[in-house]
Nanobody
Framework: VQLQASGGGLVEAGGSLNLSCAVSARTFTNYGLGWFRQAPGKGREFVAGINWSGSSTIYADSVRGRFTISRDNTKNTVNLQMNSLEPEDTAVYYC?????????????????WGQGTLVTVSS
């Protein structure tokens, strides 16, 4: 499985960004997918996860209600729509594939990672 994230950039607080991740996999629907982020000087943290079909999603408390994860199983992509962005959302964002088909919030279940895309939110 190979993942390629894109869509990061600089945005003002209150603004929106949409991240996309292209996934190369023999059977895309074998995998749950997720987004994680790592802020400067901090460890990597879970943001959002989605199951194989897109019918089930989970979110970190810090982003619930502002971010939406979705997947397109016809295009092999997973997206993260980020609204009402805050300076605290500044981080490198990573997409990842899980060893399980269900939506997962635990990093240990993710075994393949994209290269990351930087999101900077100015105050």
């Amino acid at each position: 499985v190979q993942l390629q994230a894109s869509g990061g950039g600089l945005v003002e607080a209150g603004g929106s960004l949409n991240l996309s991740c292209a996934v190369s996999a023999r059977t895309f629907t074998n995998y749950g997918l997720g987004w994680f982020r790592q802020a400067p000087g901090k460890g990597r943290e879970f943001v959002a996860g989605i199951n194989w079909s897109g019918s089930s999603t989970i979110y970190a408390d810090s982003v619930r209600g502002r971010f939406t994860i979705s997947r397109d199983n016809t295009k092999n992509t997973v997206n993260l729509q980020m609204n009402s962005l805050e300076p605290e959302d500044t981080a490198v964002y990573y997409c990842a594939s899980s060893i399980m088909t269900i939506a997962q919030g635990t990093e240990e279940y993710y075994n393949e990672w994209g290269q990351g895309t930087l999101v900077t939110v100015s105050s």
